[in-house]
């Protein structure tokens, strides 16, 4: 079964400051990737998701994140965080085993708190 | 168009009472799912449904039944709650077509059991 790792619970970063978000993952294959933000109180919002092609994955509000096959990593990164992006992001894990079965397993999250 | 909504947004239960989340989509998307959300558990998988009539347990099905009532319509219920069953409770839809996924999830139901 795939599982999803995000090792930082909680990170604190200046506002213009970048960003980087961890995530990797575990799965036999080429997984589907995905990247969500929750504000509080909130759904869950996409940001990004990467199935084939070019590793580097363009999303909403100014979010990229890169898939490295060789640290089965997705890591979420943003050049100049704003304060609006204080939220908690969750990267997901989607295996591909045919249609019918479209499953998506999740991290625990990071919660990023963002400082004048 | 409203996308994924749920009803009740709040709900305070006690202790073998038993309730019905409801969820709908106007998308026509023929995947469905309930998840919960725990603090730093992450989302869950409870339940889903591929299509209209089929429902399949996920990772944490114990305690909850759900319906497909009909493409729109995935309910969540809950027969007799219990205190561990407080949680924020998600349901979403999925498109699936020409290899690529993308969920929408609704607003979230917060239930807590006393």
């Known amino acids: 079964a795939q599982s999803v790792t995000q090792p930082d619970i909680h990170i604190t970063v200046s506002e213009g400051a970048s960003l980087e978000l961890r995530c990797n993952y575990s799965y036999g294959a080429t997984p589907y990737l995905f990247w969500y933000v929750q504000s509080p109180g909130q759904g869950l919002q996409l940001l990004l998701k990467?199935?084939?092609?070019?590793?580097l994955v363009q999303g909403i509000k100014g979010f990229e994140a890169e898939f490295k096959r060789s640290q089965s990593s997705f890591n979420l990164r943003k050049p100049s965080v704003h304060w609006s992006d204080a939220a908690e992001y969750f990267c997901?894990?989607?295996?591909?085993?045919?249609?019918?079965?479209?499953?998506?397993?999740f991290g625990t999250g990071t919660r990023l708190t963002i400082i004048p | 168009n409203a996308g994924v909504t749920q009803t009740p947004k709040f709900q305070v239960l006690k202790t073998g009472q038993s309730m019905t989340l409801q969820c709908a989509q106007d998308m026509n998307h023929n995947s469905m799912y309930w998840y919960r959300q725990d603090p730093g558990m992450g989302l869950r998988l409870i339940y889903y449904?591929?299509?209209?009539?089929?429902?399949d347990k996920g990772e944490v099905p114990n305690g909850y039944n759900v319906s497909r009532l009909n493409k729109r319509e995935f309910s969540l219920r809950l027969e007799s709650a219990a205190p561990s069953q407080t949680s924020v409770y998600f349901c979403a839809s999925m498109y699936v077509a020409g290899g690529v996924w993308t969920q929408y999830f609704g607003p979230g139901t917060r239930l807590l059991v006393l």
């Open positions: 997901a894990v989607g295996a591909r085993r045919g249609f019918g079965n479209e499953k998506l397993t």
């Open positions: 449904s591929a299509s209209e009539g089929t429902t």
């Open positions: 990467y199935f084939s092609g070019d590793t």
